[in-house]
T-cell receptor, first 121, second 113 residues
């Protein structure tokens, strides 16, 4: 249980285009999803927190108009990198926490997706 | 906000030795402390976690200890194996909303056969 998928796993795009990344919880209801960015040999940097049905909360320094987050259902959140530039190239990872069993409590544990490698040319 | 410091940044051990990674946190209201293992290009995988009402937790070769007074927690890996080689991250969940985790800087563990 507690599987998170992410699509696409890898994307290469031209500068100026927009890229959408999907994050899905496959076997549980994700009340909260998190989006991270990770540079090579560095830690996970939280970009934003999204709760189903409400606006995302962005971390300081993250442009909300550039990184659009939508959490329309309990199993799906999307991150859209708008007008991507080479400096946006990175490894983007989502994670989810939520209710694993019917009638259960919301877990503290975050389950991570496999990540998306974005390369902007 | 929460600040998590992790040491060492790199750790090299011989197969069969023990490895210890330490983290400190700043928010005394933090109540949940997971440890993740990340292999190159892969997703972070939860290996063990501990809550603030427990001082120690063990799962086979892996154990975590928590000292709330000193605000530090540690990961202990015994009888290390080459497949334990990876980057390990500690994290802390503060007492605020939505379960946000603050991660340490990571430790690159290398286990030499």
């Amino acid at each position: 249980g507690a599987v998170v998928s992410q699509h696409p796993s890898r994307v290469i795009c031209k500068s100026g285009t927009s890229v959408k990344i999907e994050c899905r919880s496959l076997d549980f209801q994700a009340t909260t999803m998190f989006w991270y960015r990770q540079f090579p040999k560095q830690s996970l940097m939280l970009m934003a927190t999204s709760n189903e049905g409400s606006k995302a909360t962005y971390e300081q320094g993250v442009e909300k108009d550039k990184f659009l987050i939508n959490h329309a259902s309990l199993t799906l959140s999307t991150l859209t990198v708008t007008s991507a530039h080479p400096e946006d190239s990175s490894f983007y990872i989502c994670s989810a926490r939520g209710v694993l069993e019917r009638g259960g409590l919301v877990t503290d544990t975050q389950y991570f997706g496999p990540g998306t490698r974005l390369t902007v040319l | 906000g929460e600040n998590v410091e992790q040491h060492p940044s790199t750790l090299s051990v011989q197969e069969g030795d023990s490895a210890v990674i330490k983290c400190t946190y700043s928010d005394s209201a933090s109540n949940y402390f997971p440890w993740y293992k990340q292999e190159l290009g892969k997703r972070p995988q939860l290996i063990i976690d501990i809550r603030s009402n427990v001082g120690e937790k063990k799962d086979q070769r892996i154990a975590v200890t928590l000292n709330k007074t000193a605000k530090h927690f540690s990961l202990h890996i015994t009888e290390t194996q080459p497949e334990d080689s990876a980057v390990y991250f500690c994290a802390a969940k503060g007492g605020t909303s939505y379960g946000k985790l603050t991660f340490g800087q990571g430790t690159i563990l290398t286990v030499h056969p």
